[in-house]
């Protein structure tokens, strides 16, 4: 008995709190049916039987006491009628169901008079139970025979007649039905046009034997004639402000009484009649059951407001479980006219109460919010006075949906956080829940699992206890990342990883993938046999990562979101620090380099990178010039333009957003259209690596019309960036004007390039040599009249003197320097960039050759000659190009390069050639005009002219 009374229980308890716990447990049992026949199953398994019939006894228990006790002889019929609506409604969600008798002992204890009322007006309303049964009867055998003959006919091929005999045959038999059931020549001739035209829509098809053509019929025969008798019911009853709330409901009940009964039905009766037997009980129950909802839907009505809203709330409740997301409001609706002619306006707060139920949220939500909050208080201060309110997480979780229940339209204040510590304390209880959470229907649990996710993850990451576990986060089967966040982790064709690109307002599609792209960079320095270049990868990566933090607060994230991520960081660059550390005892100690004398500086590199803040500050104030005016940085080779380009968004506000263009890349210079996708392009890159995802693009959508394209993307990607303005920094531009010259691309480009310039919110830098716009010809000064020069120069003091002492920024350097000597190397190089790194690369490496931790004069003084031996690419460019545009102008050029070194008086100056050279190289700064006289601007290619020209004539 304790078990049946247990078992029973559950029952109730999983119908209001776990649908699909109630469903398997249906399925487990035998003599299995399908979910939504749960009407049938009733009578055909045995043990839910049992404790359904005990469960419904139990719930009417209360109504049967009361009209025992004081009610009348008709009183047993309401019993009755509750049982009936009670099992009916089962093919409905089981809560449904099971809230009926309660509804029923509201009206009943409050209206009995009103529910009496019902029953008499429907046995008023309603033909005669004999006279109803024999029309069903008859309608159904007709049914049967038409639906047999015609099936057989039309499997004899007499395909016409089968048609005929179906279309009679059907009409025939809801005449005689309607008429038997019924008496009224109305009602019957109206029905039976209705079911004429429908049936000869329905055979323009071959019919299947008991196939759909009697089912759809008998649908049709049910919604009417049960849907008739509902609101004629709900009319008398409900009166005439509820008559069209309690009829539509009613009517839906029937419908779906005629989908579940018939279907039941199919599965008992012999194939071959099992469809019309089927359909024909189906319409016999659908009018009883129509009948008996509109009865109890329109006694609701008679109800004071606060009782209403009671059994609106209660009708809420129930419907919760069915995961519809507009289920609610629709019933508020419905709740809402049902009183309204009762109540007036003020039926808003029966609508407000089944708003309450249907989101659970008294007393369920506020119950779960509160003991959150409490737990969320003690994990606050561990050293409660109350330690039972230190209550574990996991133990906690286990109390909460969706242990306690699978119903959460809203999601729980605190409750991502309490998932996040659960799955820290214990990972496969909050595996187990994330899982339960993700295949939830309802979305308060999709929305825990959003927030709780990057808290996990962020968790997870920061208590990684080496590199080795750091760099297996990149592997496709990681766990539990792989499980937590599959969507990082799926495969391309190729078997690797697919990229995933920002999702706005997405926070770990934000960082997620930068990190992955860490750790496989993190895989391949570690890969490397050379430990030397593993120490100088790790620095690299190490500089990555502290970029990418620094990048984090320009990519949308709340400062809620920057925190957790932090000691994700310090916790990586602790590792990275371990490790580097302990790769210098296999070093014996080496320097690794941190100088860089090839390429310009990359982002990444941004460390080497000094200086530029008064630049940087001339280039905004254009950005934010109203007129808009083009920007052109000129300045000689090797000055650093080209690395100011590519730090420019460690330079710029997060609202500017630089866009990289090289005009040395050939794919781009092909035609038009090469020039457009290769635009396109660059900015989707420089876009991601910034965190934003735009739209994607195929390079033959450019080749067939290109500024067509190219002005339908911009349309589409500019809206993306909300208030963050694009720069699109033209890298070599004078080589953009060469390839027009040689006829490789159209001067329209120009045209296309202004007219961006002046209709467009994206600024333009172009980046040249030395040249102003009126020097690259006349195409250039024509079609960009207002162009701001910015011109680079030199490092100051104070930038190059930090570069050669601490290189590595906010790292300490390894190399220190005797009196003096930084001061010297800064007079040698004048602070030129490149001269600067190459002079300390040079000591770098000589110091390592010499085991030595500091540079003294001498050491200097040994170490220049094979600086000017290192850099020949600079030095024979500026010898053989820099200092004349012609042969004869170099000749001369190099003449005065080689007196001015040996201070010699100049050469002749009266030549053309001279002249020119002359000019050319002040432009080029190489040399410069000190009061009357010249001299080379940096004492260190004055030296190189000295000692090393004569190798490179």
């Not at 402000?241 to 008992?268: D, H, K, Q, R």
């Not at 031996?869 to 170099?890: C, H, I, K, M, S």
Request: net charge neutral; hydrophobic share 50%.
């Amino acid at each position: 008995m304790k078990q049946l009374l247990r078992e029973t229980w559950q029952i109730w308890y999983w119908a209001y709190f776990h649908p699909s716990r109630l469903q398997a447990w249906m399925r487990e049992m035998p003599d299995e049916v399908e979910t939504r026949t749960r009407l049938i199953a009733v009578f055909r398994k045995p043990p839910f039987a049992t404790r359904f019939a005990l469960l419904a006894l139990l719930l009417l228990a209360p109504m049967i006491s009361m009209v025992a006790w004081q009610g009348q002889s008709l009183d047993w019929l309401l019993v009755l009628t509750a049982l009936v609506c009670l099992y009916g409604l089962t093919l409905f969600p089981l809560a449904i169901s099971l809230t009926t008798p309660w509804l029923f002992l509201l009206v009943y204890s409050l209206h009995p008079d009103a529910m009496r009322q019902a029953l008499v007006v429907t046995g008023e309303i309603l033909p005669p139970w004999p006279q109803l049964v024999l029309g069903i009867g008859v309608y159904t055998l007709g049914l049967v025979a038409t639906s047999q003959l015609g099936t057989w006919l039309w499997e004899q091929e007499r395909v016409w007649l089968g048609r005929l005999t179906l279309v009679v045959g059907l009409t025939c038999s809801v005449v005689l039905g309607a008429w038997l059931a019924t008496s009224n020549w109305e009602f019957t001739i109206l029905w039976a046009l209705f079911i004429s035209i429908l049936s000869i829509w329905a055979v323009r098809d071959e019919p299947r034997r008991g196939g759909l053509q009697a089912y759809g019929v008998a649908f049709l025969v049910a919604f009417l004639v049960a849907g008739s008798v509902a609101f004629l019911v709900a009319g008398s009853v409900a009166g005439h402000g509820a008559v069209v709330v309690a009829g539509s409901v009613a009517v839906i009940v029937a419908v779906v009484v005629v989908l579940g009964v018939a279907s039941s039905m199919a599965g008992v009766v012999a194939v071959g009649v099992a469809r019309s037997v089927a359909v024909g009980v189906a319409v016999g129950v659908a009018v009883g059951v129509a009948g008996v909802v509109a009865v109890g839907v329109g006694a609701l009505s008679s109800l004071a407001l606060p009782w209403l809203a009671l059994a609106g709330w209660l009708l809420g409740t129930a419907l919760a479980v069915w995961p519809w997301r507009w289920a609610g409001v629709v019933l508020s609706i419905l709740i809402f006219a049902l009183g309204f002619d009762a109540h007036g306006l003020n039926a808003a707060w029966v609508a407000v109460g089944a708003l309450l139920g249907h989101s659970r949220l008294l007393p369920f939500y506020l119950g779960q919010a509160l003991l959150i909050g409490l737990a969320g208080q003690a994990q606050a201060n561990q050293r409660s006075r109350w330690p039972r309110l230190n209550i574990d997480p996991v133990a906690l979780l286990r109390r909460l949906p969706p242990y306690s229940s699978e119903l959460l339209w809203l999601p729980l204040p605190r409750h991502d956080r309490l998932l996040s510590a659960a799955f820290a304390s214990e990972q496969s209880v909050g595996m187990q829940a994330i899982d339960l959470m993700r295949t939830s229907p309802y979305p308060g649990f999709r929305r825990t699992v959003e927030r709780a996710l990057p808290q996990i993850v962020a968790a997870y990451l920061a208590k990684l206890p080496d590199l080795n576990q750091l760099q297996s986060i990149s592997e496709l089967r990681h766990a539990p990342l792989s499980m937590l966040i599959p969507v990082f982790y799926q495969a391309s064709e190729d078997g690797q990883r697919q990229p995933v690109l920002a999702q706005p307002n997405d926070e770990l599609s934000t960082v997620f993938p930068r990190l992955l792209d860490l750790a496989d960079n993190l895989q391949i320095v570690r890969d490397n046999p050379n430990l030397a270049l593993v120490e100088q990868g790790l620095g690299t990566i190490r500089r990555d990562l502290e970029s990418f933090q620094g990048q984090l607060p320009g990519l949308g994230l709340r400062r809620e979101q920057l925190d957790r991520w932090q000691a994700m960081f310090t916790q990586w660059n602790m590792l990275l620090v371990e490790e580097a550390r302990e790769q210098r005892k296999f070093t014996q100690g080496e320097i690794a380099n941190p100088f860089f004398t090839g390429n310009p500086l990359q982002l990444n590199q941004h460390a080497l990178f000094r200086g530029r803040r008064e630049l940087s500050n001339d280039l905004l104030r254009a950005i934010y010039d109203k007129s808009r005016p083009t920007v052109l940085l000129y300045g000689p080779r090797r000055f650093g333009k080209t690395s100011f380009l590519r730090n420019l968004p460690k330079l710029l506000p997060t609202e500017v957003l630089p866009i990289f263009f090289s005009m040395q890349e050939q794919a781009s210079l092909g035609s038009v259209g090469d020039f457009c996708y290769g635009l396109v392009r660059v900015i989707i890159r420089d876009a991601k690596i910034q965190g934003l995802r735009l739209p994607a693009t195929e390079r033959n959508d450019f080749l067939r019309n290109p500024y067509a394209a190219l002005q339908d993307w911009l349309d589409a990607a500019l809206p993306r960036l909300d208030s963050r303005r694009l720069l699109i920094c033209l890298d070599e531009v004078e080589k953009l004007g060469a390839t027009i010259a040689a006829g490789k691309l159209e001067l329209s480009i120009f045209d296309q390039l202004r007219e961006l310039i002046q209709h467009s919110d994206m600024a333009f830098l172009f980046c040249g040599g030395v040249q102003h716009f009126s020097e690259l010809g006349p195409n250039w000064s024509s079609y960009f009249i207002s162009v701001r020069p910015l011109e680079i120069g030199y490092l100051s003091a104070a930038e190059a003197h930090s570069l050669l002492t601490e290189p590595r920024r906010g790292e300490p350097f390894e190399l220190s320097y005797a009196e003096g000597v930084v001061e010297q190397i800064i007079a040698l190089t004048r602070c030129q960039p490149y001269l600067v790194q190459l002079v300390g690369e040079t000591l770098v490496n000589e110091a390592n050759r010499r085991k030595v931790r500091h540079v003294s004069p001498t050491m200097l003084e040994a170490t220049l000659p094979l600086a000017l031996r290192n850099g020949p690419p600079y030095f024979d460019n500026l010898w053989r190009e820099q200092v004349g545009n012609t042969a004869a102008e170099v000749a001369a050029g190099q003449a005065i390069l080689r007196a001015l070194a040996d201070g010699q008086p100049l050469p002749t100056r009266d030549t053309s050639a001279a002249q020119a050279a002359l000019r050319r190289m002040q432009r080029y700064r190489i040399i410069e005009l000190v009061g009357t006289s010249y001299q080379i601007e940096v004492p260190l290619v004055a030296r190189w002219v000295r000692e090393c020209s004569e190798l490179a004539t």
